[in-house]
């Protein structure tokens, strides 16, 4: 099982173009599976959907969230249909099974004051406080995800048109950025980073103490760090600034489609989640103008 579980990592780094991310969990969930077929003495090309579910509950029993053992078995799936593919296995055993029912939580998010506070926390009396006011307004501004914003390059913004373009697991997408971030960046790029990098071939917008491209790592401590100095007691983290920046816009009157673009859904229902946020005044608009309201 080893070796093919090789072959699927190779194929979907090689073929399907995956991110280093995406990729990690597909390998903990197969490794995880493996383990599992390994310590019941069973074959991976001779199971049957009976054993997944039997899987599925173990899952279950050892406390697994529901969305954890939903990736699980996507996980799953895509690996058994690799395997068909490649006539290894006669059978795929998810074949049929539906995927656990997640729940769709309420994402967590800050005020607009309490956005406002957090921006207002990094210095700009040091190289350090410069970066991170930019990489805070930066990440408020486009709402891009911690990997997006880690793996993006100098030359992906636009200074004098005011945008940025995300390339995500072969999906491009352009977000246009306020006065406030260009500022920010633009301090930094002309202030801070040109100290920071260690070579002038260093292409990473963001980069760390050491001159090197900032790691997620680096990024939530940052966040977690002005936090704190803010005395906001709301757990943020860089996703809470994604849901922000999305919740804020629909309130402030954009449209679904448009901040899906901007977030990079492929499916509206995931930037649907949004709407239990808008405000009444949204309500009292319709109230007032439509004609049968």
């Given at each position: 099982?080893?070796?093919?579980?090789?072959?699927?990592?190779?194929?979907?780094?090689?073929d399907?173009?995956?991110?280093?991310?995406?990729?990690?969990?597909?390998?903990?969930?197969?490794?995880?599976?493996?383990?599992?077929?390994?310590?019941?003495?069973?074959?991976?090309s001779?199971?049957?959907?009976?054993?997944?579910?039997?899987?599925?509950?173990?899952?279950?029993?050892?406390?697994?969230?529901?969305?954890?053992?939903s990736?699980n078995?996507?996980?799953?799936?895509?690996?058994?249909?690799?395997?068909?593919?490649?006539?290894?296995?006669?059978?795929?055993?998810?074949?049929?099974?539906?995927?656990?029912?997640?729940?769709?939580?309420?994402?967590?998010?800050?005020?607009?004051?309490?956005?406002?506070?957090?921006?207002?926390q990094?210095?700009?009396?040091?190289?350090?406080?410069?970066?991170?006011?930019?990489?805070?307004?930066?990440?408020?501004?486009?709402?891009?995800?911690?990997?997006?914003?880690i793996?993006?390059?100098?030359?992906?913004?636009?200074?004098?048109?005011?945008?940025?373009?995300?390339?995500s697991?072969?999906?491009?997408?352009?977000?246009?950025?306020?006065?406030?971030?260009?500022?920010?960046?633009?301090?930094?790029?002309?202030?801070?980073?040109?100290?920071?990098?260690?070579?002038?071939?260093?292409?990473?917008?963001?980069?760390?103490?050491?001159?090197?491209?900032?790691?997620?790592?680096?990024?939530?401590?940052?966040?977690?760090?002005y936090?704190?100095?803010?005395?906001?007691?709301?757990?943020?983290?860089?996703?809470?600034?994604?849901?922000?920046?999305?919740?804020?816009?629909?309130?402030?009157?954009?449209?679904?489609?448009?901040?899906?673009?901007?977030?990079?859904?492929?499916d509206?229902?995931?930037?649907?989640?949004?709407?239990?946020?808008q405000?009444?005044?949204?309500?009292?608009?319709?109230?007032?103008?439509?004609?049968?309201?």
């Amino acid at each position: 099982m080893e070796k093919q579980i090789k072959l699927f990592l190779e194929f979907l780094e090689n073929d399907k173009k995956l991110s280093e991310n995406t990729l990690q969990s597909y390998r903990r969930d197969i490794v995880q599976f493996q383990e599992y077929l390994d310590n019941e003495r069973l074959s991976y090309s001779k199971i049957d959907q009976q054993e997944i579910k039997k899987y599925i509950e173990y899952l279950k029993k050892i406390g697994k969230k529901t969305s954890t053992i939903s990736r699980n078995l996507a996980s799953i799936r895509s690996f058994y249909q690799f395997l068909l593919r490649n006539k290894k296995v006669k059978k795929d055993p998810t074949e049929g099974m539906p995927s656990p029912k997640i729940d769709k939580k309420a994402p967590s998010i800050l005020s607009s004051d309490e956005v406002e506070l957090l921006l207002e926390q990094p210095s700009d009396a040091d190289l350090k406080g410069i970066r991170d006011k930019a990489m805070l307004e930066f990440a408020y501004a486009t709402g891009m995800r911690v990997t997006e914003i880690i793996s993006l390059n100098i030359s992906d913004v636009n200074f004098e048109k005011s945008y940025v373009v995300c390339n995500s697991e072969n999906k491009k997408r352009t977000i246009p950025l306020g006065a406030m971030s260009i500022k920010a960046l633009k301090e930094y790029i002309k202030n801070a980073r040109p100290v920071m990098i260690k070579s002038e071939d260093e292409t990473a917008l963001f980069v760390n103490v050491n001159g090197k491209r900032l790691t997620r790592q680096g990024f939530w401590k940052i966040i977690k760090y002005y936090k704190e100095q803010a005395h906001i007691t709301k757990d943020i983290t860089p996703h809470v600034l994604r849901h922000s920046f999305a919740t804020h816009l629909l309130q402030n009157g954009a449209d679904l489609k448009s901040i899906q673009m901007m977030l990079g859904h492929s499916d509206i229902s995931s930037t649907q989640v949004y709407m239990q946020f808008q405000d009444d005044s949204l309500k009292n608009v319709y109230h007032k103008a439509h004609p049968r309201a």
